[in-house]
């Protein structure tokens, strides 16, 4: 047996090492925690959490969406206002080019664009805004293009949309084939441009593939993706 005495000597050896290797740890746990220790901030320095960001746009949506006037039913005002915020959140400029052109969502048995009362206006049928979302969005988006088209169109006589709650003795019927074309290409070439705004718009709010392919594959002479309903004959 070893006596007590080198015993003793080897457990003094080792106290070195013991410090030493106690003094790394606690430099090294000390730092991690002054490194990662959450800090009690004052309140005007608080951090933005992203939770808070994200509620910003829904609330800006909101007001944009209301400098539109929405016309039908609860659930119809509901699904286009849906549809209209996605776009918002999407891409502003956008929605705002949408804003611009149209003034009023209407429910009617039909789907197209129309001037009434010097008014802008995208009618919408039960059977395109029961569709999804994104697909009501690029309904109306469709329309607002054809009221670019047609306010492009007149320039040269001055004629503007009046502001929202006003009227000029101006109607052009929402019938595509009842819109003033020099010709059959005016026309076909019109649409296509309005269907490639609409793909678009479906694209950026999410539609699905189905949805996007059904615009972007339509016919020439298919205005079945951007219209639909009876059309009154121009009065």
Not at 11 to 38: C, D, I, N, Q, S
Not at 149 to 165: I, M, Q
Not at 167 to 183: H, I, Q, S, W
């Amino acid at each position: 047996m070893e006596p007590d005495f080198f015993r003793t000597r080897k457990v003094l050896a080792l106290l070195p090492l013991a410090a030493l290797t106690a003094g790394v740890f606690w430099y090294v746990h000390g730092r991690k925690t002054e490194e990662y220790a959450v800090k009690e901030l004052p309140a005007e320095n608080a951090p933005v959490f992203p939770a808070v960001e994200a509620a910003a746009p829904a609330q800006n949506a909101a007001e944009a969406v209301s400098a539109l006037q929405i016309q039908g039913s609860p659930e119809f005002k509901g699904r286009v206002t849906g549809a209209l915020k996605l776009i918002w959140l999407a891409d502003r400029d956008t929605f705002l080019f949408i804003k611009k052109y149209i003034y009023i969502v209407r429910s009617e048995d039909k789907t197209g664009f129309y001037l009434d009362g010097g008014q802008p206006v995208a009618s919408v049928s039960d059977a395109n805004v029961s569709r999804s979302l994104p697909w009501c969005a690029g309904i109306i988006a469709h329309q607002a293009f054809h009221s670019y088209l047609k306010f492009s169109s007149v320039k040269k006589k001055n004629f503007t949309p009046p502001p929202p709650g006003t009227e000029k003795p101006l109607r052009v019927e929402a019938n595509p084939m009842a819109l003033e074309f020099t010709g059959l290409a005016a026309m076909l070439d019109a649409e296509r441009k309005a269907s490639e705004f609409q793909a678009k718009v479906l694209s950026m709010t999410g539609a699905s593939r189905s949805e996007i392919r059904e615009v972007e594959k339509r016919g020439p002479r298919d205005f079945s993706a951007g219209h639909d309903g009876s059309y009154a004959a121009t009065p």
